[in-house]
């Protein structure tokens, strides 16, 4: 089981989930932005089209109101400010309506046409700041010359106003209509964008809660295969330990190691550091160089073994009683490749000092055995008469 590869491949699979659910939603929201955006503006337009299609109908009613109070002799003062105000506010508002998305609209073009044909027929009505009438003994109040001049523009402002108010209301109505269904159509694809953003959200979270279990479902057997390595580790006898490219110990040993060499301070030592008060220099040395031959991509492992230099170290041992116990010590060495080559090396320390000892007294015993044969062959090689006189001076001498 590959485990560091399906790890990648989850990481690679969640990390693409992502993306693509964060692209989405990065889309939608960026769509949805631009659509309320229009939408604003459209209401806006919206809002002033409404107000605008009632301007024809005020306008030509401020214009008759104009015309009656000018035959009747009656003040217009306040009327002429209504009409102006009225037409700054129509043309303000028809020029802004024409900037906004209702640009190039058939309606509003007609619209604007119809407009601009006002204009010559209403600028000489709001430009009037004269005095309309004039006041004599014989005639009382009367229109003065100025006045019957703005009268005759009123009256053909309020005719050519109450004959085209109808058709320019009908084309503001109808530009007002394309708004509406413009910012409802918009408003459509604004909900089904909002939709379309929960339900990526709703994925996003389906999917990173799955991702969530998956993962914490490998962290725990990545707990469980940690905690098994810490009870390998703290349960076998054997020193075990890995060494890096630069000959140094990693975080990881087992807690033998820490027995067999009496201290506990091991993460980043070196190999040579291990061993420098331990064994003499020429043996320090020896050891040095075959560690570096390991990391050879060209050395062959079975060949290493078999000049394995730490096959059976004698090393001495502080006792913290004052003196130094003697041990012996067997170091195996295998090298952990990678895609690169070699990774580390796993280093394996046994205290065979039982063992050392042991075929130490089997020799002994055996040499000694040798010895004793030695000595019975001698013996069977004596003359008889002197091995009996021999045997008899010694009877005698255990009977006295």
Do not use: C
Not at 30 to 36: D, E, N, Q, S, V
Not at 356 to 376: G, I
């Amino acid at each position: 089981m590959n485990v560091p590869g399906a790890e990648r491949t989850r990481q690679l699979i969640t990390v693409g989930v992502g993306t693509v659910l964060t692209l989405v939603m990065g889309a939608v929201l960026i769509a949805g932005f631009r659509l309320a955006t229009q939408m604003r503006a459209n209401i806006t337009a919206l809002q002033t089209a409404s107000v605008l299609q009632t301007y024809p109908t005020t306008l030509a009613q401020q214009l008759t109101s104009l015309r009656d109070r000018l035959e009747a002799r009656a003040y217009a003062g306040q009327v002429l400010a209504d009409v102006k105000a009225t037409v700054e506010s129509f043309d303000r508002d028809i020029q802004q309506l024409a900037r906004s998305s209702l640009s190039g609209s058939q309606d509003l073009d007609q619209a604007l046409l119809l407009w601009h044909q006002y204009q010559p027929v209403i600028q000489p009505v709001v430009a009037f700041n004269g005095q309309p009438y004039e006041d004599s003994d014989e005639t009382g109040s009367s229109l003065s010359k100025e006045g019957r001049a703005h009268y005759s523009d009123v009256r053909r402002a309020q005719l050519f106003a109450r004959e085209n108010s109808p058709r320019l209301q009908s084309l503001l109505a109808a530009a007002v209509t394309q708004l509406q269904e413009a910012a409802s159509a918009q408003a459509a694809r604004l909900r089904a964008l909002l939709s379309a953003g929960v339900l990526a959200a709703l994925v996003l979270a389906v999917a990173a809660a799955y991702f969530q279990l998956t993962r914490a479902k490998h962290e725990r057997a990545a707990r469980e295969a940690q905690e098994q390595t810490r009870d390998i580790l703290r349960t076998v006898k054997e020193g075990f330990f890995l060494l890096d490219a630069d000959y140094k110990i990693g975080a990881v040993w087992s807690d033998a190691l820490t027995r067999l060499f009496g201290r506990q301070d091991f993460h980043g030592l070196s190999f040579e550091e291990l061993l420098k008060d331990l064994v003499p220099p020429s043996t320090l040395a020896t050891a040095t160089k075959y560690i570096k031959l390991l990391w050879g991509d060209r050395a062959h492992e079975n060949l290493m073994k078999s000049i394995n230099p730490l096959g059976q170290l004698e090393v001495h041992l502080d006792n913290g009683r004052g003196g130094t116990d003697t041990r012996y010590l067997q170091f195996d060495f295998h090298r952990v490749m990678g895609p690169k080559g070699v990774k580390h090396v796993l280093v394996s320390v046994s205290d065979i000092t039982s063992s050392v000892l042991l075929a130490r007294e089997l020799q002994e015993s055996q040499e000694n055995a040798n010895e004793q044969v030695e000595m019975l062959l001698g013996v069977l090689h004596v003359d008889t008469g002197q091995l009996l006189s021999f045997l008899d001076a010694t009877e005698t001498g255990l009977q006295l």
